[in-house]
């Protein structure tokens, strides 16, 4: 598949992972030119089996996603509507879009993620932010809304009600040790830290097949919505689909010994007999 | 909006924060006057779009909420009922009342906060409890009931299940410390600490628009409740809910520079802008 | 109740204790003959009022129950299959079986938990590891496959959705700290620690009704899978079947002195009221 073409990042493909670099000065604004070039990725990405991870970062020093253009307020229609007659805003639209792609996606945060910055962020599957650089705030509750593309019914699912609200309803700045205390991303890193750690994480999941990437991001996403009894069939259904649409299970059990089941040092070393299977299939 | 004639707690308007602090010796028994208070208290925050956070806090120098009356417990049914003729529980209905409310509300634990009284906390928005001096414990399992005031309901949406079901299931006492470390509280604080960063929050929170605090509540409540489709209509709904009742948002267009959103200082310090622009409209 | 001629575990009672002790050389597969006996188990306990408490742990020095069988996947489908006839796999089936017990279970984890391991860990109400020796991985990704027995359907009820995907994605071992730290245990302990401490959650939980156990454990999975207003009335609806089913309320009722609710004294040592009521009555 060939990125290109956009105006508000720019990319760059290493084997299965690809980098999205937001380089839009000069302070990455979510605006209609950015939502337009994340929905031309996701119409890529959703055909692309051979991308398997994507880890979105900035060029910018200090801001990831400064936050939504303002100038949205000013189209924003002022009557109440009714409950049955709502439609999902354009900015639910394409960050829930990016929160179902097939592929998995790390946040790779070092700047500013306000706003719509931060909605972003938690649109996708995991979130790294760097110590003394990363700083988080939904605002939106001081101007008069609320953040409204995902980020009011995203957070919880990360953080718990409690502290949820006191991110929103405060709308005060916090850093990467406080996110991570609160759960709002997966964790804080040092400065120097966070590029190996997420290009390390980028490439391990890059073994995996597509299919089954896909599946557990699905799977996991229908838990936290429906029941128990409906996850654990959503969860068996995708079991189905990723065996039908992959061939490595059968070569990890060929490749596999079954030997190894029963033997201690492979117990302790499983993870390299993952990493080893993959790279014979 | 008066609020007088409460007989377990007194009140005190400041601005538009209302503290709410029980003092109802010997120890904040939680009976049916202090449900007929929170009942009326209710009736009245439902209607008052001045005030726009509730602390509840204490006056008694060890307990915030003992525990709910044990009385209840005799006027009790023993006979098992059909799943479709269950009605909710007195103590239920108040508490979710209190939990819809349109303000923001904030516990302020600084004592023993058992029983009802940790369940009373866990319909408020956030909590916050005090070092060395709050105390929380579940013990209805020991006494042949469950935690029935929305404490078995709520306590694994702060917590996760696995802490939730230990809390419930154990019966045990734990201090502030460990309720940060498993979530029930948004965060544990040194006793000299607490008042000052509860009355910032609330002052902080205060200055934004009711309508926009009401708004984010419920769209967080319900992202909860919803798959994630269902809780994405449901934050655009309060999202025309907030823009329609309030003017704050075209004030903000007008009193924003849309130049700060390209200053790097600007972006720096968007949490003065938030301020500044509040007290301008 | 008799628990005898298990294949894959041993038992041993103490009171009202079950602890079954994964006992399955050489290293503890979770295979056709395991679930057998957890099927077996389950029928048992799902009978058995006296049981209060299951501690589950196992005899290998090094390992809780290392993985599911690889074997499994020789037998498994191809062929997508629609969402509309999807079946529960058995090792969902039996794992959802323990998961419902009335009984409170206990993982205590001293060893790999990887895969069907973990999973089953997932099943149970509360996890407890030991540091230097638990070592957890869903690495199923790896294999072209999910974690198909409940293991993606239960993680983010656990950890909160970012660090749910992340564990299940990177397929990467991780230790007790790093579980606690991501909410995947209730929490870590020292080697020498976890003995005594899970002994004691044991013998506190196996003083209450069973019948409030039961009702405790369901009205909090409920919690779970449904919006507030229908988890309300299901945690009424088990506090009516727990009142119906135990005299222990009336007991307590009966054996409390109401005096102490007024009692400061009592008020700090509520925890031993409750645990002296207990031995009254």
Not at 49 to 61: E, G, L, R, Y
Not at 218 to 226: E, F, N, R
Request: charged content about 25%.
């Amino acid at each position: 598949m060939i990125y290109k073409k956009f105006t508000t990042f720019r990319t760059e493909q290493k084997g299965a992972i690809l980098y999205v670099t937001f380089d839009y000065p000069p302070v990455n604004i979510q605006d209609i030119p950015m939502l337009a070039d994340l929905t031309m990725l996701s119409q890529k990405l959703e055909r692309d089996s051979d991308t398997k991870v994507v880890v979105f970062q900035s060029a910018h020093p200090e801001i990831f996603v400064a936050h939504a253009d303002v100038d949205f307020l000013k189209d924003m229609s002022t009557h109440a509507v009714h409950q049955g007659e709502v439609k999902l805003l354009d900015l639910q639209v394409v960050l829930e879009r990016v929160s179902r792609l097939p592929q998995a996606t790390i946040a790779k945060i070092e700047g500013f993620a306000r706003g719509g910055g931060h909605k972003f962020a938690l649109a996708c599957d995991m979130r790294f932010a760097a110590r003394g650089k990363a700083r988080f705030m939904q605002m939106e509750v001081a101007m008069g809304i609320l953040p409204c593309g995902g980020g009011a019914s995203r957070m919880a699912r990360q953080a718990g009600l409690g502290r949820a609200l006191e991110i929103i309803l405060s709308a005060k700045d916090f850093d990467a040790d406080q996110a991570a205390e609160y759960g709002t991303i997966n964790r804080a890193l040092d400065p120097q830290e966070i590029g190996p750690f997420v290009d390390s994480l980028a490439e391990r999941i890059s073994l995996w097949p597509s299919a089954a990437i896909n599946a557990c991001k699905q799977a996991v996403y229908a838990s936290i919505d429906k029941p128990i009894e409906d996850a654990l069939k959503e969860e068996a259904y995708w079991l189905y689909q990723a065996t039908s649409q992959t061939a490595a299970i059968k070569r990890f059990q060929n490749a596999y010994d079954s030997d190894v089941e029963n033997d201690m040092t492979a117990q302790r070393n499983w993870d390299q007999i993952v990493i080893d299977v993959q790279s014979i299939v």
